[in-house]
């Protein structure tokens, strides 16, 4: 099956520094990749969708400008979480839609997380 | 603005019990919706994903079902093991995005 992996599966920061995360698929060729994030005890919120080549869709409520996203190849995608604050302490997972293993194109496979902490 | 809703939301059961966890979803237009599990610090293992033109799906000891006009799906675990102890999700995709349920932990004591 189609494999999504996530680079660092976790990482401390001081407060005010900046943090980037890896989101690659291994074996496909992913035109849409998708960044959640995950507080304790709570299920994964979509915080923006990525297009290849094209600027990244941000949720309602997500700083497009704290949370920068690049998905400059059909493998990469990164999240950098500029000046991080305690409060951006989070699970933050990647997916990715791979158009042609999946029956309807639809089926999203998911990173195993990042998990981030700030001091 | 789509909502899923898992219940229950915590469940204890002794091995080898048969146990359905339950799945509402509001948005009818709905494009297929996917079961996942999750371990504590882990990501997402997917285990079904079902089609909205599709019922059921079964693998193994696991099998979904959709009823797009009532909005919900059930998964269902079948002799169950402390190994399938874990978080399980459903999420609806809509086509475009994916809209998660906050979860049932799931307790298989042995």
């Given at each position: 099956g189609a494999v999504?992996?996530?680079?660092?599966?976790?990482?401390?920061c001081k407060s005010g520094t900046s943090v980037k995360i890896e989101c690659r698929s291994l074996d496909f060729?992913?035109?849409?990749?998708?960044?959640y994030r995950?507080?304790?005890?709570?299920?994964?919120?979509?915080?923006?969708?990525?297009?290849?080549?094209?600027?990244?869709?941000?949720?309602?409520?997500?700083?497009k400008d704290k949370f920068l996203i690049n998905h400059a190849s059909l493998t990469l995608s990164t999240l950098t979480v500029t000046s991080a604050h305690p409060e951006d302490s989070s699970f933050y997972i990647c997916s990715a839609r791979d158009p042609w293993t999946s029956g309807d194109?639809?089926?999203?496979?998911?990173?195993?997380?990042?998990?981030l902490t700030v001091l | 603005k789509q909502e899923v809703t898992q219940i229950p939301a915590a469940l204890s059961v002794p091995e080898?019990?048969?146990?359905?966890?339950n799945c509402?979803?509001?948005d009818s237009a709905i494009y297929n919706l996917q079961w996942f599990r999750q371990d504590p610090g882990k990501g997402l293992t997917s285990l079904l994903l079902i089609q909205s033109s599709q019922r059921e799906q079964t693998s193994g000891r696991l099998n979904a079902s959709l009823d797009k006009s009532s909005g919900r799906s059930t998964l269902y675990i079948a002799a169950s093991q402390p190994g399938d102890s874990a978080t399980y999700l459903c999420a609806e995709n809509t086509g475009n995005q994916f809209y998660f349920g906050t979860g049932t932990s799931l307790t298989v004591i042995p």
């Open positions: 999504v992996s996530q680079h660092p599966s976790w990482v401390i060729q992913a035109t849409t990749m998708f960044w995950q507080f304790p005890k709570q299920s994964l919120m979509l915080m923006a969708t990525s297009n290849e080549g094209s600027k990244a869709t941000y949720e309602q409520g997500v700083e194109g639809n089926e999203q496979f998911f990173g195993p997380g990042t998990r | 080898g019990e048969n146990l359905v966890l509402s979803f509001t």
